[in-house]
């Protein structure tokens, strides 16, 4: 929430924006039930996390450890 809100984002918009930047993402599977949810999806495609977001996200989802 903090780093959506510091970004002027959801948390699916953020969550999905992490994704694309992860070189050990292929392809995330996105579904949408109404439009404003396509919306969302498709202006995390223009979002750009820095490095100390990224750095926060890897540490919250602890990707890396496993």
Do not use: K
Not at 1 to 17: F, K, N, S, T, Y
Not at 18 to 31: E, H, K, Q, R
């Amino acid at each position: 929430d903090e780093i959506g809100r510091d970004l002027g984002h959801g948390v699916p918009q953020v969550a999905l924006a992490w994704l694309l930047a992860n070189p050990l993402v292929t392809a995330p599977i996105v579904g949408a039930n109404s439009v404003e949810q396509l919306r969302g999806s498709l202006a995390a495609v223009e979002l750009q996390l820095g490095g100390e977001e990224m750095e926060n996200l890897n540490h919250l989802s602890d990707w890396q450890s496993r």
